[in-house]
């Protein structure tokens, strides 16, 4: 693995602009371009002052309030949008993406990437037709200990992905309001975040089927995948706020995988006990080499490891897209084509009833 580089350390960055100005791009997208080949040269935001503040802030050379005229003035290689969701509680990007793609640049934006799988087809579309691309930021395709899990899953010794079990706390109750603000089915759009992180490690799902109740919103789903791989994801919204926020377990060939809250990763391998059952002196195997190993942050150092924006798969997501652009390639994780399939299954919860198995075309 190959130590970061700095911005300043890079010979050669990508121009951008930046359609966005809004307190989640300030903490976790604008910081990345400190640790990419990245070259802010305008910010855009229907408020003329956050824009200026913005500029001023990460080092832009203008500010504007029309991404269209961004984009008529500015020389840029790329453009990055972070945007919130309209009044009716859909993504925003496929209002605004068709214009640059249409202007001959890639785009990097945040997710989810729309609210219908048709949206998600139409940009699939114009991107093939402009031969431009689209990364969207789905974390856990770039998440640290996802991309170990994924290389164990792809060794030898693990065998095939055979089950997978899946929690993350969403409601698919349109009205839970004494579960806090973020009330409404537009946010069980975040049924995004769980599943992309199957979707990297298990492929592509071909039948679900999931149960809810009522009035909590907990949701079960069973999942089948192409590959033959069978798994569950359960969706307990009403658990404790002090619990760990999600949890996956992979099951291969006698080896597990486990991923808690995104951040700890333990691998299970080996054997216990020798001889025969029930006279085995010690509970640890023969070979002191062949155990459990766990990797977790340790944050006693300051590692550029330890920070969130790494933590979180975010640096990497950006430094995934911005050398794609350097080099005039298509990007390989996070694609439209991943996002129309998380689409397809926000819809699969969306337009059926519980207890019944709906397959992903």
């Known amino acids: 693995m190959e130590p970061v580089k700095f911005n300043y350390e890079y010979s050669r960055k990508i121009r951008v602009g930046f359609i966005g100005c809004g307190a989640h791009a300030f903490r976790n997208v604008y910081p990345t371009f400190d640790y990419a080949p990245v070259d802010l040269v305008a910010v855009c935001d229907l408020n003329q002052e956050r824009a200026d503040i913005y500029k001023k802030r990460f080092g832009a050379e203008k500010a504007y309030t029309d991404y269209k005229e961004m984009l008529k003035k500015e020389d840029l290689d790329a453009v990055f949008v972070v945007l919130n969701f309209d009044r009716n509680g859909r993504p925003l990007y496929p209002k605004i993406v068709p214009d640059i793609l249409k202007a001959g640049l890639p785009a990097w934006i945040e997710k989810p990437v729309s609210y219908t799988a048709k ?5 699939i579309e114009l991107e093939e037709k402009t031969g431009q691309f689209v990364l969207v930021s789905n974390k856990r395709y770039f998440y640290p200990s996802f991309e170990k899990a994924k290389l164990i899953l792809e060794s030898d010794p693990f065998g095939k992905p055979v089950s997978v079990s899946g929690r993350y706390p ?7 309001e004494e579960l806090g603000e973020r009330t409404g089915l537009h946010w069980f759009l975040d049924i995004c975040h769980p599943m992309s992180g199957i979707h990297y490690l298990m492929g592509e799902v071909k039948e679900m089927c999931f149960i809810e109740h009522q009035p909590s919103g907990n949701v079960q789903t069973l999942l089948s995948f192409k590959s033959g791989a069978v798994g569950n994801l359960e969706l307990p919204s009403t658990q404790a706020d002090t619990s760990p926020f999600e949890r996956y377990e992979i099951i291969g060939n006698k080896q597990n995988v486990v991923i808690d809250n995104g951040m700890r990763l333990s691998y299970y391998k080996g054997s216990k006990g020798s001889g025969e059952y029930g006279k085995a002196p010690s509970y640890i195997g023969d070979d002191p080499t062949d155990g459990p190993v766990h990797w977790e942050p340790e944050f006693s150092l300051g590692q550029i490891y330890n920070k969130n924006l790494f933590l979180q798969g975010m640096v990497q997501s950006v430094n995934h897209f911005s050398n794609a652009v350097l080099n005039g ?5 996070a ?6 399939h998380l689409t397809k299954i926000f819809e699969a919860y969306k337009n059926n009833r519980s207890g019944k198995w709906i397959t992903i075309e």
């Open 329 to 333: 390639r298509k990007i390989e994780r």
């Open 170 to 176: 969403l409601t698919l109750s349109p009205f839970q």
């Open 119 to 123: 949206e998600a087809e139409d940009l």
């Open 335 to 340: 694609t439209l084509k991943d996002s129309l």
